[in-house]
């Protein structure tokens, strides 16, 4: 979208309104499914629950491992 320069206020007020023409949502659904195809998930969905730090700090490193591995 162009930057639009006013010298005044009323100006400004009167120049036309520009609307960006397609469905807001479509495009966000384009930009999100662009994005999944650049972006594919390498992480587990969810929430885990552990007992101690040791257990999640060890969770994460296997799956920072396994997220490291080029597919096969």
Do not use: H
Not at 24 to 38: A, D, K, Q, S, T
Not at 39 to 54: D, K, L, M, Q, S
């Amino acid at each position: 979208m162009p930057v639009e320069r006013y010298r005044s206020v009323e100006e400004m007020n009167a120049a036309p309104i520009r609307v960006v023409a397609g469905d807001p949502f479509e495009r966000f659904v384009r930009i999100c499914r662009r994005y999944w195809l650049l972006a594919p998930r390498r992480y587990p969905c969810g929430v885990f629950r552990f007992r101690t730090i040791e257990e999640a700090q060890a969770a994460r490193a296997r799956v920072s491992r396994e997220a490291k591995r080029p597919a096969e």
